[in-house]
Nanobody, 121 residues
Framework: QVELVESGGGLVQAGGSLRLSCAASGSILSINAMGWYRQAPGKQRELVAR???????NYADSLKGRFTISRDNAKNTVYLQMNSLKPEDTAVYYCHAIIGSPFRPASMNYWGQGTQVTVSS
């Protein structure tokens, strides 16, 4: 069993910052890409940022320069530093990881439960 647990969401004023964390735990053999997605009310879930096991990153074009993704492989944790937040960043943010387990023949996609980020104007 593998679990992703997110933390760090909350309410912040426009222009403020938040740092999200997501820790993977359980029967983990390897973690490939980790990332963050978000879903605003009435909208589809969209990629925010992702990072590979070797540290290569990619971001949604609209978020480059404000958001930074990083990971600590020793802790099986991925972070999302969000700066200069805007009301349009309000959404539920979901952690995602591609994880290999000793009990499964192939890596699988896992999702966290989501954490609410609300940016007030």
């Amino acid at each position: 069993q593998v679990e992703l647990v997110e933390s760090g969401g909350g309410l912040v004023q426009a222009g403020g910052s938040l740092r999200l964390s997501c820790a993977a735990s359980g029967s983990i053999l390897s973690i490939n890409a980790m990332g963050w997605y978000r879903q605003a009310p009435g909208k589809q879930r969209e990629l925010v940022a992702r990072i590979t096991s070797t540290g290569s990153t990619n971001y949604a074009d609209s978020l480059k320069g404000r958001f930074t993704i990083s990971r600590d492989n020793a802790k099986n944790t991925v972070y999302l530093q969000m700066n200069s937040l805007k009301p349009e960043d309000t959404a539920v943010y979901y952690c995602h990881a591609i994880i290999g387990s000793p009990f499964r023949p192939a890596s699988m996609n896992y999702w966290g439960q989501g954490t609410q980020v609300t940016v007030s104007s």
